[in-house]
């Protein structure tokens, strides 16, 4: 996020991924999460600078979507549940697709997959459709190559 800075990218991490764990947006920093930022860091949260109603709008404003978290959707309100659920089901659907249709083998690593070289690209088209299948939106996808391949 540009206008929060680079040194802000592990905060708006961390205040994401709070948010994410709670069923609402994220309004008070827990006790926990900032001893752990500290011991991570090495270093205390500027809570003045990076107060979580600033961060909140500025998130917000720069992923509106996020808006939407804690507020029912088709009936009712999404969970981290909701979320890992989804990632696995994209994700296992992407390997089986690749394994039956192409016979291309696969690695599931957190929310990505390794596949050999030669089948970089099909293994990215076949993730953006079953997460377009899925999720009804297009992702975002980074593709990490080995240091000697790039």
């Not at 991570?40 to 003045?48: I, T, V």
């Not at 089986?96 to 997959?113: C, E, G, T």
Request: overall charge positive.
């Amino acid at each position: 996020m540009p206008e929060l800075g680079e040194e802000a990218r592990p905060i708006v991490k961390l205040w994401v991924a709070a948010t994410f764990g709670k069923t609402a947006p994220l309004r008070k920093w827990p006790s926990d999460l900032l001893k752990n930022y500290e011991e991570e860091h090495k270093r205390p949260l500027d809570r003045k600078r990076y107060s979580l109603s600033r961060l909140r709008e500025k998130v917000v404003a720069h992923h509106p979507i996020l808006d939407l978290w804690g507020k029912p959707l088709d009936g009712r309100v999404r969970t981290w549940a909701d979320l890992m659920f989804d990632e696995s089901r994209v994700i296992v659907d992407t390997m089986l697709w690749l394994q039956r249709q192409k016979d291309i083998p696969s690695l599931a690593v957190h929310d990505s997959l390794i596949v050999a070289q030669q089948h970089e690209e099909l293994a990215v088209k076949t993730l953006r459709a079953v997460y377009r299948g899925h999720l009804k939106v297009t992702p975002l996808i980074k593709i990490n190559r080995p240091r000697s391949l790039r």
